[in-house]
């Protein structure tokens, strides 16, 4: 160990740390896909369950109303600023509902997955019950 290292060089140290734990609050769910507290998520945006999608949208809703503003008004300030308020508003409304259709559609396949893995006993046959 030279005298500019202050710690133990081996990476494996840091590995071997069990992963902090999530922190449940009463009423809120949190999605698996996203750890609460990490951050890395915002260094691939994209793979995001409706990233690419609903900002796509916001900044094609964005561009045509501003080039429109700034062509009617003829003055391009304005159409920046249409551009860059619009495109915030619809990119943030399209990302909401595509979450609430994502969310939807993976609640239904887990039903749909239980259902598969523990089907229901035929009509006319009545289970046991232990009293």
């Known amino acids: 160990m030279s005298i500019n290292q202050v710690g133990p060089t081996d990476e494996s140290a840091e590995r071997d740390l ?19 507290m990490s951050t890395s998520f915002l260094f691939r945006l994209w793979t995001l369950p409706c990233f690419r999608d609903s900002t796509l949208t916001g900044v094609a809703s964005g561009f045509s109303v501003g080039v429109l503003r700034a062509l009617r008004t003829r003055n391009g ?32 396949a887990e039903a749909m997955v239980a259902l598969a893995l523990d089907p ?10 232990e009293i």
């Open 120 to 129: 229901p006993p035929p009509p006319g046959t009545i289970d046991e019950v």
């Open 77 to 108: 300030r304005k159409g920046l600023d249409v551009f860059v308020g619009l495109s915030a508003v619809v990119s943030g409304v399209s990302w909401v509902y595509c979450r609430a259709n994502y969310r939807q559609e993976r609640e239904r």
């Open 18 to 36: 069990p992963p902090p734990p999530i922190v449940e609050v009463p009423g809120v769910r949190v999605d698996e896909d996203v750890d609460p």
